[in-house]
């Protein structure tokens, strides 16, 4: 039996996680999925985790409601820019017919859902550092301005998979004798290798002549054996170490905040009163780079990114849906922050 109140689909697709949401239009969350991530340019399965995700949060809707009862979704999905966006339609298409669902959902950058997420305010500015890094000006809850987002290998400076880069680089040139001596060397290999990493492990010691070669080789095999994403793992290693002193891992987390301060400058504009929105674990959570990142923007609104799966339900809400099934603004406000307030 259908159920005469339509549902909308929410979906936060990052490069290390995958979060969807399902919420009737009046805001009220049903279900939720978690899976993988969703960025084709840096997970192993993205197309697998927006199925997995989607289908674990539909099958907790029942019996009260179904897939028939699905009016439309909204996937914010990492690397769904205009280079990425045939590959990100592609999988999201395969995902949702796999569910059974009716019509087709619309794509964003996962920019949009992370600021929708935060706040209900239509204009602002948002940056995302996490398996990634960009930054954002939104206006009217359309993206007008980005920066950097460009991946793993072009960019992302000031990430985690950026911080893990930089972690090994750091290792390699201490074993060579190109840079100064760091923890970081011993700590590569047994971070990358375990399947549930911990900072405080200690891997081969750092060295030259043949040990050393053999520790530089244990560390590219574990870096390419894996997929791009897996250096975020390095991150809270670096966060550890430049809390005990290490002088390298130190240097690593000023340069991830003074990238990221650059990247949001960039595009925030120049009214104060507009809410910065933070998203992603460096920002959201308190680590050093949030810290000194946070000192540039003393004197303006900070909001902490939510939930972004329930700002892809929100901005589904405020969207034209299939069939017609528009929300009226005053009831998508009410909504959206109801969706917030979960």
């Known amino acids: 039996m259908r159920s005469a109140e339509p549902l909308v689909v929410g979906v936060d697709g990052g490069g290390t996680s995958t979060r969807c949401l399902i919420a009737t239009f009046g805001g009220e969350i049903l279900a939720r999925g978690l899976a993988g991530g969703a960025n084709p340019r840096s997970a192993r399965d993205p197309g697998g985790n927006l199925a997995r995700a989607l289908s674990e949060a539909l099958s907790q809707i029942g019996p009260r409601f179904g897939p028939g009862d699905v009016a439309g979704g909204v996937f914010g999905l990492a690397g769904a820019s205009e280079a990425g966006r045939r590959q990100a339609h592609a999988i999201t298409a395969d995902a949702w017919r796999s569910a059974g669902l009716p019509g087709r959902p619309v794509i964003v950058p996962d920019i949009l859902v992370a600021f929708a997420g935060a706040t209900p305010e239509p204009s602002g500015s948002v940056v995302i550092a996490g398996t990634g890094a960009v930054a954002a000006r939104v206006e009217d809850r359309a993206m007008v301005r980005r920066c950097d987002g460009y991946g793993w290998l072009l960019g992302d400076q000031g990430s985690g998979v950026w911080i893990g880069r930089r972690a090994v680089q750091a290792a390699l040139a201490a074993i060579d004798g190109r840079?100064?001596?760091?923890?970081l060397t011993g700590l590569v290999v047994p971070t990358l290798q375990d399947p549930a990493p911990g900072p405080g492990r200690a891997g081969a010691p750092p060295g030259g002549g043949p040990q050393g070669e053999a520790l530089?080789?244990?560390?590219?095999?574990?870096?390419?054996?894996?997929?791009?994403?897996?250096l975020g793992r390095l991150s809270p290693v670096v966060e550890a170490a430049a809390r005990e002193g290490d002088q390298v891992a130190l240097s690593i987390v000023d340069d991830a905040a003074r990238h990221l301060t650059s990247t949001l400058a960039a595009v925030r504009g120049d009214d104060t009163s507009l809410p910065v929105v933070l998203a992603g674990s460096l920002l959201t959570r308190p680590t050093l780079v949030a810290e000194r990142f946070l000192r540039s923007l003393a004197g303006r609104p900070v909001v902490l990114a939510r939930d972004g799966a329930a700002g892809a339900a929100a901005l589904a809400l405020r969207a034209a849906l299939p069939g017609g099934h528009g929300v009226p603004a005053p009831e998508a406000e009410a909504a959206h922050r109801r969706l917030l307030a979960t």
Do not use: C, F, L
């Open 216 to 230: 530089a080789q244990a560390i590219i095999a574990a870096v390419y054996d894996g997929e791009p994403a897996r």
């Open 179 to 183: 840079g100064r001596p760091t923890a």
